[in-house]
Each structure stands twice: as C-alpha cells, then as structure tokens.
T-cell receptor
Framework: EAQVTQNPRYLITVTGKKLTVTCSQN?????MSWYRQDPGLGLRQIYYSMNVEVTDKGDVPEGYKVSRKEKRNFPLILESPSPNQTSLYFCASIVQGVGTGTEAFFGQGTRLTVV | QKEVEQDPGPLSVPEGAIVSLNCTYSNSAFQYFMWYRQYSRKGPELLMYTYSSGNKEDGRFTAQVDKSSKYISLFIRDSQPSDSATYLCAFNQGGKLIFGQGTELSVKP
C-alpha cells in the first residue's frame, strides 16, 4: 500500500529542546516536501527536496532544517523550537505526471505544541 | 494581494444540498487546478484536478475553471454527511503546489 508515514503524531515539547519529525515514503518518489497548517493560513511550504542530497527553502523555512540522505526519508528538524512553531505539520511525497499535474500524497500529520 | 483566496467558512448545509466552493487566484502562470479534501485528523487527499477552462465531472463532483476571471469552483451535488471535510483548492506552478486556506464544510443529516 502506498504510504507516507510520519512520526510522532503528537508531540509536546519545551522551548529550545531539539526535536526531529520523521517522514518516510514507499512510492519511490523523488520529490518530497514539508508543510505546516495553521488556521486561516492554510498549508504553507517549509522545505522541499527534488532528489537525494537536494533541498530548497519553501515559503516559511526559518527555524527549520531538513536532510535528504536517502530517497525514502525526509526528516524535519527543529533545532531550537519556539512557541510560534506550534502547528500541524504534514510531510508529502509528490509525483509530477505528464498531463496530469502534480499530486501530493500526505502523511497523517504531526501535531506539535511548543510550550 | 494574496496569490490564492479561499473563503474559510465554515459552511453548513443540509443533506442533499448543492454545495459551491470557490477560490480566486492572481497568478496567470498556474498550470493545473486541483481540489484536495481533508477529513478531520487526516492529511489532505487529491479529489480532482483539471488544467483547462471549463467543467470536469466525477460522480457528484464538478470542478469548474474560468482562467479569464482567475476563478475556480468545486460543486458537490446531493451532498452527503460523508462529504463533511475541509476542501482546499491547489495550484501548480512549475511543480510547486500552492494551497488555498481551505473551506470547512459540514453536511447535516
């Protein structure tokens, strides 16, 4: 079954304590992305990766890091979380079809609270 | 001006109603027009896509695009309680996906 798996689903942490949210996909997609979803703001792209060892900033990259050492995994790292990073995070594995547009397969989401 | 504008709702309708969800956009370079559906506590899933002006039907759902007015719509006929979800419009520009804010829909039995 095609899947994007994120962990953890829920996380409460304190300001400044480094954390990593893992993301793994089994569809062999080259393109992966991280989004945060906030009320009234919709889904905003944090970082994306078009291939192994290739990552780029999205619209809201401040305070986040990513790495892409292998095709299936794309972890999101918050080195010093702050309360304004409290949000719902989604990892997506994306396929760009010819004539069919771009389809994103999303993980279940990670609800992060920074206190 | 925001690149994409979508009425956040919430929108509440009785079962069987026709629902109209709308987005406006400002970027003429958008190539594909999509609708994603997001159930509570889940990630969004692609519902429909189209790349040209006009209508595209899929069962009870119709996606409509008007490129000249930079306006897209999703119509749901004979709405069901199972249609209760947040609907997000999405646009593709060179592989980058740009989402609307999402409209929360509730269909009451």
């Amino acid at each position: 079954e095609a899947q994007v798996t994120q962990n953890p689903r829920y996380l409460i942490t304190v300001t400044g304590k480094k954390l990593t949210v893992t993301c793994s996909q089994n569809m062999n997609h080259e393109y992966m992305s991280w989004y945060r979803q906030d009320p009234g703001l919709g889904l905003r792209q944090i970082y994306y990766s078009m291939n192994v060892e290739v990552t780029d900033k999205g619209d809201v990259p401040e305070g986040y890091k990513v790495s892409r050492k292998e095709k299936r995994n794309f972890p999101l790292i918050l080195e010093s979380p702050s309360p304004n990073q409290t949000s719902l995070y989604f990892c997506a594995s994306i396929v760009q079809g010819v004539g069919t547009g771009t389809e994103a397969f999303f993980g279940q989401g990670t609800r992060l609270t920074v206190v | 001006q925001k690149e994409v504008e979508q009425d956040p709702g919430p929108l509440s309708v009785p079962e069987g109603a026709i629902v109209s969800l709308n987005c406006t956009y400002s970027n003429s370079a958008f190539q594909y027009f999509m609708w994603y559906r997001q159930y509570s506590r889940k990630g969004p899933e692609l519902l429909m896509y189209t790349y040209s002006s006009g209508n595209k039907e899929d069962g009870r759902f119709t996606a409509q695009v008007d490129k000249s007015s930079k306006y897209i719509s999703l119509f749901i006929r004979d709405s069901q309680p199972s249609d209760s979800a947040t609907y997000l419009c999405a646009f593709n520009q060179g592989g980058k996906l740009i989402f609307g804010q999402g409209t929360e829909l509730s269909v009451k039995p």
